[in-house]
């Protein structure tokens, strides 16, 4: 069996476990096969990994990838206007706007030590083949904004009751790739009606996918719903029946009693989602509340056009802070927290059986970090520069599935620059038909 191995290098297997030694994988089977002291230097086909830090893949648990060409379009909003004003430019986007905006977002995500991304937008299996191609791992949900609404109603002429209609057959055409997941993707409770939740609640038991879901994300949104429904969003899609099987909820930052413990349910995984919420002004979702309850939390970065980033480094060190300073407490989140959001709480929220930590038998999905810079100077311990130092930027190589795709910064399976080109140019084409009217 042949094998790929880092010599010479530290490993931080899980938040807080750090090996020193060597880790290999066996491309043929994309698994972990050492993990620990070396077993002997580097041999010419071996990567030298002294100045490095290895650490597993992170996963992006709330995206929007395919509107990568609406980075910056609407900043300074807040979420109502900020809809209405990226709706202006969605609902004019054409399939291939779309598809060039999710290439440039897997390059970025990739190269900024991404191996995963759980996803909610247009999705079909064309544009699931380009995150195959592009190495990566996805949970994704084509979305629906009620019977009528779709994410990209100019890109493909469906409506959501045939997008819906459509999932089961989008899971099966992927049925036998392990680095796929499908679900549905319900926009928002406030943008698809009870009886439609209830719907997909009946749908997803008999088709057993799971359902992505923006919930509680504002003040407003909770206010109204408790206005219309008399209960709290987590409340209404649970009284539906959502939460009795596999959902994903984004947001989940103003809470209502009772709420946590349903997000607390053993089916339930939450995607929390720092820079989006404070850029939107959206509030400071309850960390430390939702861990202590037992909630499966993941770290997202939302879409570029409300982050501008899909560096979860970012992520990391800005939701780890803004915990403390609403609490006053320092020592409310640790980074090793923080990170195993990133790591194990994604890898629950892909839901393709992975833990999110380096270990032998494990699928080999790392990330390698350049220890060696000015931020990492002097090298206290790696999870401080992990937490607090790194950026996207440090990322020197990414492997996911035992799959080299990133190597010495530049990302082997999507073509950055080319990438970017069609982004410039087709951007520039979409505020002009938007200016139209
Ligand atoms: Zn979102």
Redesign the pocket.
Known sequence: MTERRIVGTTILCRPGEMVPGEIAWSPETGRITHLGPARGPAGPDDLDGSGRLVLPGLVNA?T?AGMGLLRGVSDDLPLATWLRRVRESEVRMTAGDVRAGLRLALAEMLRTGTVGFVD?FAWTPDLLGDVLAAGLRVNAAPAVFGYDGVAFPAAWDVTGAEVLDGVPALAAAVGGEPRVTVSYGLHAPYTCPPEMIRDVARRRAVDGVGVHI?LSETRREVEESVRRHGVSPVRLVADLGLLAGRTHV?HAVHLLDGDLELLAGEQVTVAHNPVSNLKLGAGVAPVPALLAAGVRLGLGT??VASNNTLDLFEELKTGSLVQRGVAEDAAVTGVDGFLALATAGGAAALDQGLTGALAVGAPADLVLLDVTGTTATPLGSASSFVGYAATGADVTDVVVAGRTVVADRRCLTVDEEAARAEVVDRAAHLRRRVSAG
Do not use: E, L
């Open positions: 709330h929007h909610m923006h984004a939302d879409s």
